[in-house]
């Protein structure tokens, strides 16, 4: 909620935020969508989202459907600053195959032309459709259905932020609110990963090295100080870091840290050359640098065999 009903900015630093059930007290027609089970869980800017509270939050939602089964749907709200990220991590950590829907609003609450609520609606409905079983994490935006893993906020200002880019939405709902999907995403997700996190309380540390002209590494041996246990190169397109961040990210190699290479374009699949294949070096398929850093914290919690954490790449 910002100020007044004008404050579609600066609310960012002054906003209060609402539990859950204060929301859903100004959407009451969402009763007839659905019986919904309102939880309150963080009132934290996304920005401000911690691994901690991803990992808490996993745990809580299988929690969640497990004790109040049988769930047909859950819908998550998140400042969408950071919901790409928590909607990707929720997909390969998440182990239910019901339906599991992220939204959020481009303007806040209370606001004029606020999209908050007819958001909301449109997660509930894609939520309880029976279509959105067994596809991980959906978000659900401007009456569009996205996957987790290929979503991405593509804009800080446009009204419809989010897109897929190359590969396009998986559904809609129409001006009748019904819900449709035109394609199923084919990596695995969510059940069919490995990435238990039962007794884990922390992830390795992964850090990403943002290329640009000049770069003389100086990040890379930061991060290798401050523990990295894996490093992401957000290359220039289509997966080249500078000559110095090269000659570092090789010594961090050697040292046994896994180095990512991806793409600071944010959309493109990375092909695996043979010069990245004999380094060892992982490449990160289509995967932005922010989702490539999540999908290296949970491999890393597994193994640190470049090898294996390649054909994670490949499968989710």
Known sequence: MGRDEFDVHEYVDRSTILQIDEVLQRAPALGGLAEILPVNFRNLPSSAISIADWLELTSTIDALVRTHAPVEGVVITHGTSTLEETAY??????????????????????????????????????????????????????????????????????????????????????????????????????????????????????????????????????????????????GFPPDLPTRAERAQLEKAREAGIVIVQCSRAGSGKIARRSSLRERGIVTADNLTPQKARILTMLALSQTRDPATIQEFFNRF
Do not use: W
């Not at 640009?212 to 041996?221: F, L, N, Q």
């Open 89 to 234: 991590f929720l997909h390969l950590t998440l182990k239910s195959d019901c339906a599991l829907v992220m939204t959020g609003s481009h303007r806040p609450l209370g606001a004029v032309g606020s999209d908050a609520i007819p958001n909301l609606m449109s997660a509930v409905r894609v939520a309880t459709s029976p279509d959105a079983r067994g596809q991980g994490v959906l978000v659900v935006l401007s009456d569009e259905i996205h996957s987790a893993r290929e979503v991405t906020k593509s804009s800080s200002s446009h009204a419809v932020p989010f897109r897929t880019p190359e590969l396009g939405m998986l559904g809609v709902l129409d001006a009748a609110g019904a819900v449709a999907f035109y394609r199923r995403t084919t990596r695995k997700h969510t059940v069919d990963t490995p990435f238990d996190l039962s007794g884990i309380s922390d992830l390795p540390r992964v850090d990403i090295v943002y290329s640009h002209i000049g770069s003389d590494g100086t990040a890379v041996s930061a991060f290798v100080a401050a523990g990295a246990r894996g490093i992401v190169s957000a």
